[in-house]
Structure formats: C-alpha cells, structure tokens
C-alpha cells in the first residue's frame, strides 16, 4: 500500500508525542501518521519494563502495553497509521518526500508535526578511545535486541553513564539474565535522581564516580576495558560496553529544509504552540528536548495538537515574524531552552532548560527587562530544569547567576 | 591445526596471499588473463586489515616521488579506475583538490610542489589566488593563504572498488577461501600453502599481506627484504550536513614528516578530517585516541570552522604499512615463483590497479585471456548514483541514518562473496555506519543475519 498524496495533518513519528497529537486531531481532521519502524508506539516499544502510562492511561504498564494501548487510542479516534515509511526531506508548502517499500513519494498536507524523537550519543560522538569490536551498543539497540529478539550480546557488561536510561539498561540486562560488572560515570554525582542510584547497589553493580571511560579493547569482541578514576587506572575484564543516554535529537532532517534548527539543543526552533520557523510545521515530543519521560512527550504532544487544531480552524494568529520575541539564555552554563520564541499564543505551560555543567545559583527570567520569576537551582548536565511560561510577550532573557 | 574444510581442491596457477585492495585488483588481473586464480585471507571476510581504514581519495599522483613505482602505479591505476569504473557499478566524483597554503613558508613552496606536479604527468593544475580560494570555498578558515587547484583528484567508495575487483575475479573463475591464515609453505615444484582451512598448490605466489608482508615473506622465502612498522592514521567522521560546507577534497602542503590532515566529503555524503600519523609497532590494533581525535577536530575547525556546528558520526583508524623504503617494495624474487607486493603504504586504493598490472608484468605467464570476461555490476551505495531506496521494491529501509534497504541487506548476505561479519556487511551496505551507530537497527540486522555470521551479533535466549 502506499502512501496518500495529500492529508490534511501528516504526523512523522508514532511514538507518544506523536500518537497523542494524533488523537487530538483526528476526530476532525484526516490525519496521517507515518513511522519508519515497523510498528507504532516509538521507543517504549522496546522499553519491556515498568514504569508507564501514569499520567496517560492511569495505571502501571510495561513500555510495549502502553505503546499499544496509545497506538490503540490514536487509531479508535480515527488517525491512519502507516509503518515503515521513511521521510528523506522536508519542503514548504508543506509536503514531504517518503520512500517506502513502493518506492519515493510525496506527501502534502495543511500541516506536518514533526515528532521523531531523539537517538544516544555514540561511542563516536563521545571520541571513545580503543579499538572497534563488537558488542559496544547504546542503550536502544540492547533493548532492541534483548525485548524485540530474544538477544542476549553480551554476559557482563559496563554501563557508561547514570542517567534515567542506564538504571533501564539495568532493568533490561536483568530481563535476559545479562549482569552489569561496572557502572562508570564522569561527573562526581549520579545523573539520575535519588532513589535511582540506589538501584545498582541492590543489584551489587559497583558504581564508579568521577572515572572517565579511556579505551576499549579487543578485536572481535569486547575483551575489556581501560578507565581512569580517583584510584588511578584500572583495567575491568569484561564483554560489552553499553553507551547510554546524552540524548541527541533525530533531526537530520532538517537540514536543507524550510524548518529552522536551533543548534543549541539540536533540534527545531519552535514557539509556546510548538510552531517551526516555517509556520506550517510544528515540532513536538524529544526531538525538542533531549530527553524527557514517555508521559511528557505525551502530554507535550496533545497540547500541540491542540495548537494545531486552533490554527486550522482560524483560531491562531497569522505568523508575523515582527511578532516573534527570541528567548535568550545568559550565563555560560544554560546550553539551550525550549520554546526558542514566544509569538502571542501559548500551548506549553512551562519553558525547558538544561545546563552543561553542575550548577549551584539563582535562575530568573526577565521579560522586557522586567523580572518576572525567579528560583534557585541546583543542577547537573541531562536533568530537566523547569521555568513558567510568562504570559506577557516581548523578548525573554533568562540569567543564571552562580554561586 | 589443520582444518580439513574448505580446502581448495587442485592446482591454482596463482595463489594470493591477502584479500584487500591489492590482493583484490591482483586477482581481478591474473582471472582476466586466463589465469587459475586462488585467494587466501585470514581473516572472516575481505578487506579486514590496511584496507578497511583510508581517506577514499583516487589519487592523480601529483604528488608521488618522481620517477618511483609508487608513482607510475598510481598513474596507471588511476586510468583504468576511470576506464572500468562504470562497467562495474562503481561511482567516482571528480571534485578535484586544492592544495592550500596556510602559512607563509607553505605559500612560499607551491611553486615547487606545482612543478613536481607537472613533472609527475598531472599538468592540468592551475594556481589559486586568496580570492578566488576564498570564493570557490566560502567555508575555508581566513588564514588560507592561496593553493592550487589539481582538477583530477576524485573521491571513490573505498570498498565497493576493491569489492568489485574481487568479484569480478570470482565472476571469472577465481576462488577465495576466507577465514584461512597461511601456517606454513613449502615448495615441490609448485607451491603448498599450509592454511587453517587446509591445503592450496599453485605455481605462483603472491604476497598481498598487507601489515602481515614481511613476516609472510620470511614464511615463503626465509628472508625480508624490508621491514613493516604500521603508521596508523585516525579520522572524523562529520554527519551528512557538514558535506555541503566544502565542493573540494583541501588537501594541506605535505611536511617531510606527513601528507598532513585532509578534509574531504566521502563518496556517503560524510565529511571526513584525517589522517594523523603514528608509528606504531601493534600490527592487529589500530587504537582510538581521545586525545588525537580532539587534536583533529580543532584541525578541522581551523580548515573549516563551521564545523564547530556539526556533529561527529563516526571515528575510525587504519594501519598502513608503512616500511623504512620510500616506494613499494614490489619484487619478483628470481627463481622462487613468488612475488612480493609490500610496503603499499597510503595509496593502494589509488594504486591498486596499476600494481595489478605491473605485478602481471613481473609474471610473465603465457596464458590464455578469456575470450568473453564477466563484468559483474557491484550495488551502488554512493551518494553519488541512484540508491536503492528510491526504487521500488526495496523492501523498506533497515538503516535508516544511512537509508539501506531490506534488499540491500538480503544482496550482501548472498552471491558469491556473502558478508560473513558485522563489519564486512558494513562495508557491503553501510548499514550502522551512520549517525546513530545502531541505536534503531541493531535488532533488525540481529534477526537479518542470525545464520549468516561466523559470529553472530548476539546469542538467543529463547
């Protein structure tokens, strides 16, 4: 089957963000929604352990329960689904050209939501040291082999890194009998929040702080590892190497297209409706935000989709790019902030920020000058840091002053 | 140990020991001209060792030394390259070069290195002033200087060549035993390879091994006539994006110590910074640096600084073998029937088919050229040829950082030379090779190759 030439709402991503936009729209509008996967439900597709589903369908599931309960939702209020189309380039109008297994198409529609969501960094991108054998794999691809293949790469892996992904990457080796001999991470502190550091402990992982990940050996197969840390260097045998977390947005594919790229976070510039540089594109879901929870792209997802519906039926206020306040972040340590422009309507409550390095200080937000809230923080790189949305417009600077 | 499998059953009029790109185009020549031809590689699959990390630069040889076998190699190489190149499938983009100087010495030593050019054949070569450099790469840093430009420089898939070459060499009657390192050799008018994977005879050998050459050589004839210290060379990989940023292959004005660091797209639609030189005693490992890696990555930034604002998708070493000559230690060693083939240090991929044909000169057999000879069509996985993601049929795409298809991944695994390893179904599609590094297709290509792999991806628990 191949895809339609036109649809009113084309939707690229089915995974929470995406579904739930989805939902919201199709009771009023034809909508599409295509995924180059082979099933909908993004990445709790391959997340078999618990917790989600909390806030969107109010109970506890497993990722692949709630990726079809919200694959399930998004088809019963009418959306189209369609798996293993892969878009290759955005243009204005808006349409975009696919290839599926019928060969290279073009969509067209009203409006396109943009919801891929994000990837790891890889080995690569982190200049790990060493040779390239087999059996170093991001967290994603484990659990892509571990819940979709019945796979078991590795029998005693070190896990690099502390964040919310590495303690599922613990769930997940447990799940197919895999025992982590090592838990490496760079900075001082756990990533992740208490109670999660406790976590390793229980199941008698040792945990090494402020050690860096130097090379990794072997030729074939991973045949151990070289990390330096506060006892000096030290050399783990071991069979794997799980590269987890620093969340990347997927969001290639906006070079060369009419979305504007924010090169701070990596992904598109949008406003508080989660509106792209090319108004007739919105953005939503962790291809913003590197990396929030299943339950925030979900929620996330549904307010854009609200956004969209508004727009579509006259409601939204034309673009003027007069109109566009930028947000500017000030102080060496905020790497980026989402929404990057406020122009007059609001979909999102709250404005996301994240820091490059530990930070101790006070936060606030100025708008027109004026400030108009401020907290204190105490943060680490990846955690999520929450400011309100203003509800007055104009440019919006927000300081971090230290100490 | 002796394997009893696999053996190659007769006798081969040429047995090459070693399958990257010069055992490979060697092959190719030897099947061509009528020749019974064995290949034998150690390794699980071909293009494992030197082979499997370069620059994917065809190389004009402008400038090579003056007057050497490396030279004239590279430019016979280069002719057929362009000559066969679509008769097999394989791409090449002729973006030419620019060789920049930065400093003021450098600028003070292009004259110099445009007249070696001309003495060397490459006589197309023009000079570039600032302006004209800064307006033909409006990316470059503001220190360049000047350069000129070498119009000939082209950038080619380095596997898919090497690929093809052997493939053709098969098509033609020729056979590989993979997984087979040579143990032992001896001589009762033919030649017997002792291989892990059982006996070969063959009249003439080949020593095609790479960073293996000189231990390879003391197996088959008692003695090296040079000495093999690798020189490993790193890269940076850039995401698909950065390759807009440059049309040329900006090569640097070469030190008495190194070719300098080169940034250049690659035949995928990458942009690659590389690479460093490090002598290295290690012939097996080409180790990552952190260090050396950040080093080239602020190289790259001062040659192109929008590079600050892309992202890294991948980092590679290879080991070439580098030797104590200045040129290919190539020798036909007088009444051994055995032919050396060692020390091709960083142009073999340019080189590899001129050295073919020298190598078939040095042979001298009289034999007969088939009359009809295959030309198998390689798959093309450039950017710069159709892809199979835009036919119909493909089957959907597997990897999608790199858009490789369900078909292309079934092709790789079957026909006469089927990956038998992640990383030779890599190099075959690119699958992995993009920016998530796996992150979506580890368990898809998992499933895709559970029976085809000497060592699969990942043993099953169900």
Known sequence: MSPPSEVDVLVVGAGPAGLAAATELAGHWNVLVVDRESAAGGIPRHCGHYPFGMRECHRLMRGPDYARALAARAEAAGARFMPNVNVIALHPGPSVTVTADGGVSTIAARRVLLATGVRESSRAQRLIGGTKPGGVMSTGALQGLVYLEGGRPFRRPVILGTELVSFSAIMTCAHAGIHPVAMIEPDTAPTARWPMPLYPRLKGIPLHLSTRLLAIEGRDRVEGVVVEGPAGRQHIETDGVIVSGRFRPEATLLANGPVARDPASGGPAIDATGRCSDPNYYAAGNMLHPVETAGWCWAEGRAVGRAILDDLRGKAPPQDQSQRHPVTLCGDALSWVVPQFLSGDRALDRLQLRVDRPVKGRLSMRVNGREVASRRVQSRPERRILLPMPSQDGPVTIVLEQG | ?462
């Open chain 2, 1 to 462: 140990m002796k394997g009893p499998v696999h053996a190659l059953k007769g006798r081969f009029d040429v047995a090459i020991i070693g399958a990257g790109v010069v055992g490979c185009a060697i092959a190719r020549r030897f099947s061509l001209a009528g020749a019974r031809v064995a290949v034998v590689e150690k390794a699980a699959d071909i293009l494992d060792g030197a082979s499997k990390g370069n620059s994917a630069i065809l190389h004009t040889g402008f400038d090579a030394p003056p007057g050497s076998l490396e030279h004239a190699c590279i430019r016979a190489g280069y002719e057929e390259y362009l000559a066969i190149h679509d008769r097999l499938g394989l791409p090449v983009l002729r973006c030419g070069a620019l060789v920049i100087a930065w400093t003021e010495e450098q600028e003070a030593a292009l004259p110099a290195l445009m007249e070696k050019a001309r003495k060397n054949g490459v006589t197309d070569i023009e000079p570039f002033s600032r302006t004209r450099l800064h307006e033909t790469e409006p990316a470059l840093g503001p220190a360049a200087r000047a350069a000129f430009r070498v119009p000939g420089e082209s950038l080619i898939d380095p596997w898919a060549a090497p690929f093809a070459y052997l493939l053709q060499a098969v098509e033609n009657g020729a056979e590989v035993l993979r997984g087979a390192e040579v143990t032992a050799a001896r001589r009762e008018g033919d030649w017997l390879l002792d291989t892990t994977q059982g006996e070969v005879r063959a009249g003439l050998v080949v020593n095609a091994a790479g960073n293996f050459g000189d231990l390879v050589d003391e197996m088959l004839i008692g003695r090296r006539d040079f000495n093999i210290r690798p020189r490993k060379g790193q890269f940076v990989v850039y995401d698909k994006p950065a390759a807009a940023l440059v049309r040329h292959i900006l090569l640097p004005v070469p030190t008495a110590i190194t070719k300098g660091v080169v940034v250049c797209r690659t035949a995928f639609g990458n942009l690659l910074v590389g690479p460093t030189a490090e002598d290295q005693d290690d012939r097996q490992h080409a180790g990552l640096d952190p260090d050396k890696l950040a080093a080239l990555i602020s190289r790259g930034e001062e040659i192109v600084p929008a590079l600050k604002n892309h992202e890294v998708t991948a980092i590679y070493a290879g080991l070439r073998p580098a030797t104590e000559r200045k040129d290919y230690c190539i020798t036909a060693h007088e009444g051994l029937s055995c032919i050396t083939v060692g020390g091709i240090r960083s142009t073999g991929l340019s080189g590899a088919l001129g050295i073919a044909q020298h190598v078939e000169r040095l042979a001298g057999l009289t034999l007969a050229p088939a009359a009809d000879p295959v030309w198998p069509s390689v798959r093309n996985v450039s950017e710069f040829q159709s892809r199979d993601w835009e036919k119909p049929h493909h089957g959907g795409i597997v990897c999608h950082c790199e858009l490789v298809t369900r078909r292309e991944i079934m092709d790789a695994l079957s026909g006469p030379l089927p990956a038998r390893s992640l990383a030779g179904l890599k190099r075959r599609t690119r699958a992995t090779m993009g920016r998530c590094q796996g992150f979506y297709c580890t368990a898809e290509l998992s499933r895709l190759t559970r029976d085809h792999f000497d060592q699969p991806m990942s043993e099953t628990t169900e």
